[in-house]
Nanobody, 115 residues
Framework: QVQLVESGGGLVQPGGSLRLSCAASTSILSISAMNWYRRTPGKQRELVATIIRGGSTNYADSVKGRFTISRDSAKNTVYLQMNSLKPEDTAVYYC?????????WGQGTQVTVSS
């Protein structure tokens, strides 16, 4: 079973940056696509960014131009670089496969954007 561990969240002021990491217990190149999701209390889970095995990426309109998904296959880690953060980016961020496997959900990492 694949284990995914998210890290890198924290408290940041509006306009600031954070880089999230998702460490996988298996080769990420064996996975067809990896996603970053986020969840805010009272809202549905939102797909934020996707990186496909071949390297192509996709983003939600709400983060396009501000967030960048990338990976380091040697470290089996997927990253989410978040710039120009806004208060509405506040959420718990999770990584998972595409489609998401219910067994792979981790604890997530909290991102809070506030002055």
């Amino acid at each position: 079973q694949v284990q995914l561990v998210e890290s890198g969240g924290g408290l940041v002021q509006p306009g600031g940056s954070l880089r999230l990491s998702c460490a996988a217990s298996t080769s990420i190149l064996s996975i067809s696509a990896m996603n970053w999701y986020r969840r805010t209390p009272g809202k549905q889970r939102e797909l934020v960014a996707t990186i496909i095995r071949g390297g192509s990426t996709n983003y939600a309109d709400s983060v396009k131009g501000r967030f960048t998904i990338s990976r380091d296959s040697a470290k089996n880690t997927v990253y989410l670089q978040m710039n120009s953060l806004k208060p509405e980016d506040t959420a718990v961020y999770y990584c998972n496969t595409e489609p998401p496997n219910p067994r792979y959900w981790g604890q997530g990492t909290q991102v809070t954007v506030s002055s």
